[in-house]
């Protein structure tokens, strides 16, 4: 068995694409089969190294890995389309000689006007084979106006195609109803996707070709070559596609679509592969949070659903809060702290068991790895600002009675060995439960929500707490009759 994924480097990673990886990923390895990544990149005017080594680098986050590819050869390379052009024009030069591929020289103008006429339409033109039979004269004229021609491939007229679906089921077509004579290389000699595509499977030895349905009309396009040229045919299985919340085709308008922008937000490698891998497929017990090998050895072809899955923003980010909470500390740690560093901290001065004594505490709060922006400040900032909602809190009566109690407990009775303690438990004041609890952790934090104060107060320290009672007791307290 041997499969590939065929990304187009035109751009980031979507996760739609990368989900088809995935399943390519887990069925070979359940099958002990070969992986191939091949650059499909005749596009020559939006292809781009670039996109290409960020797809490859975005795979491999995910830890996919292919066993040929453009940095692995297994033999039957080259794997970047665009280093295999002499490899489809002898095809191409065949077809012209054996009658099944001819020259077209109509212009686009003349095409779109055929779009025009009464019985045609964009959706269901036909090409009317104008260019089927001409003549050595009329080729000649067209080469003399300086017209370039494409190749169209000559499709026979009402022939029945069965494509026995590994999701789908048996899936019939006919040739009358695939647009008629399709163009396998453009005007500029560059070949197209259905004509190379079934050529490089089959030189790659493709056994199985596992993709998105938007490619199943596709299908019958490239049967009609490999048949035209004797080339072995795979088995196809075309999932479904990603939904957005509206049900249409998940895109930008619904959200973050590229995998290199979950991963910078901080997302989890291992939290995105488990929710792409069961999209659209459930496991026999219910399970939710799986190890790549666990879906390996469940997941099945013939599982995948018929139903297009929509895409969870909500539960994805849940998913990922869940692998956060679990992950190895002084592993999450190193995650962590170029976020931490992101917003504004200088990492390298913190100490490390400190740094990972903090992190084990905030790990409950963050779905995300960005999240620990946000919340760092209250055990690195020398001053915490009361957000919104402790400012409003500090302003009350029990606020402001807290605030003075504080100030005066740490001038006197409190130091660097007792403060953690002691202003939880010996605070000067008549106020208990959340009168004194919420107007104090506005104080020492700058917000209502985030760790328990007799976890945070050993981390944050004595001096930075004595700041911030002095703070807000000058902010709030001071002066206030």
């Known amino acids: 068995m041997r499969v590939r994924f065929a990304p187009s480097p035109t751009g980031f990673l979507h996760v739609g694409n990368a989900r088809t990886a995935i399943i390519n990923y887990l069925i070979a390895k359940k099958n002990n089969a070969i992986m191939i990544l091949r650059i499909e990149d005749t596009d020559r005017e939006r292809s781009s190294t670039e996109s290409e080594q960020s797809i490859m680098r975005d795979l491999a986050w995910l830890g996919i890995k292919w066993d040929e590819g453009p940095d692995r050869d297994g033999g039957y390379g080259p794997y970047r389309q665009s280093e295999r052009l002499d490899i489809y024009r002898t095809y191409t030069d065949r077809l012209l000689s054996e009658k099944k591929a001819y020259y077209c020289y109509c212009t686009r103008e003349e095409l779109e006007e055929m779009k025009k006429a009464p019985d045609q339409g964009a959706e269901s033109y036909i ?66 996707f259905n004509y190379i595509v079934i050529i490089d499977d089959a030189l790659m030895k493709i056994t199985h070709v596992i993709r998105g349905d938007d490619h199943l009309s596709n299908t019958p396009k490239q049967i009609l070559v490999a048949r035209s040229l004797g080339l072995p045919e795979p088995e196809y299985a075309h999932h479904t596609l990603i939904l957005g919340p509206d049900r249409a085709k998940l895109s930008k308008r619904h959200g973050i679509t590229s995998v290199e922008t979950y991963r910078s937000q901080g997302y989890l490698s291992e939290a995105l592969f488990n929710y792409l891998a069961m999209l659209g497929w459930a496991a026999e017990g219910g399970e939710e949070i799986l190890q790549p090998e666990q879906i390996m050895s469940q997941i099945d072809l013939s599982k995948l659903s018929k ?111 007792n403060f953690f303690s002691s202003l939880i438990t010996r605070m000067p004041t008549s106020l208990k439960g959340k009168s004194l609890f919420m107007p104090l952790r506005a104080i020492i934090t700058g917000r209502q929500k985030g760790p328990e104060l007799d976890q945070a107060l050993p981390l944050i320290g004595f001096d930075r707490c004595k700041k911030r009672i002095e703070y807000c007791y000058e902010r709030y307290g001071k002066g206030i009759p």
């Open 127 to 192: 090409y009317s084979g104008k260019c089927r039979s001409l003549t050595e004269k009329q080729r000649e004229d067209f080469e003399r106006e300086g017209r370039k021609p494409t190749v169209r491939f000559r499709v026979p007229d009402n022939i029945s195609l069965t494509v026995q679906d590994g999701i789908k089921g048996a899936v019939q077509f006919n040739t009358s109803n695939i647009g008629g004579d399709f163009i396998i290389v453009r005007s500029d000699g560059i070949p197209v």
């Open 307 to 417: 139903n297009s899955p929509i895409f969870d923003f909500q539960k994805l980010k849940w998913m990922n809060g869940i692998y956060i909470r679990k992950y190895e500390l002084d592993a999450l740690t190193d995650l962590f702290i170029p976020h931490i560093a992101r917003a504004g901290y200088a990492v390298e001065t913190v100490d490390r068991r400190h740094l990972e004594n903090i992190v084990s505490i905030l790990r409950k709060y963050c779905d995300l790895l960005s999240d620990i922006g946000r919340l760092i400040g209250i055990f690195l900032d020398e001053i915490c600002t009361p957000d919104e909602e402790a400012d409003s809190i500090l302003k009350t009566d029990e606020g402001i009675q807290v605030a003075r109690a504080a100030y005066q407990f740490i001038q006197s009775e409190i130091n660097e060995t």
